[in-house]
């Protein structure tokens, strides 16, 4: 069984409806761009026919003199920035390049691309103008990493060199130091307190100027022990009656 068709009625009835809601939409954006720009040099009575029509008018309300002459500035001025990472600048750059022409290709975005893009960049990628696009992005992604890691690189050095030196001595490292050098260097600095050693002390007698091993108190020890050896033993005492 075939699909109905609508009857005249309905397909009124519907045509009626787009031109209204046609009618709606052209007259909020009148509204909402007219209150905020000057853009629009009159606003009409005459409701577009069509889509066709209304999307004809509408986009001729925004190329106006003043808008064109706007865009072209923009666009002269639009180049790659310092702080600005390459996902950032394409956008930006596209946004501005399909204002002007709707009908532009990739291949003349990339021409316009290559001229717009910082100078420090370009001269690190390796890829050609008839690259795409997505494999541009990429190598630049790869190009913003190198460089990165390079003034990343600089500022430690630069942190090195600016770092204030500790009692007036600058902080070299000791690897760069030959091993005479570092000696004669570490002995002009020590102070005189650290390099005379304390007097030894005997834990014998408690005296200074010698150990334990070289008391004179040994000496006593071995004269006294030989002395019991070789005398004989004293004679009893004899008891007073």
Known sequence: EAFPLPDNTQFNTFRDETQQELRNLESKLTAAIAAKSVLWPEITNNTPLNWSQFVSRFLAKFHSPIRVAQQEHEWSECKQKDNETINEFVVRLRAIWLEQRVDAQEANLIKHLFCKMRPDMLNLMNVSRSSTLNEIITEAQHVEEILYLRNKEFRLRQNTRNKPSINGHNPTSLMSIPTRAWASNSSKNTSPTSTTQANPTCCRCCETDHYAPNC????????????????????PRSKNN
Do not use: E, G, I, V
Not at 216 to 231: G, Q, V, Y
């Open 216 to 235: 004179p108190l040994n000496d006593s020890r071995r004269t006294f022990d030989s002395f019991d050896n070789n005398t004989k033993p004293l004679p």
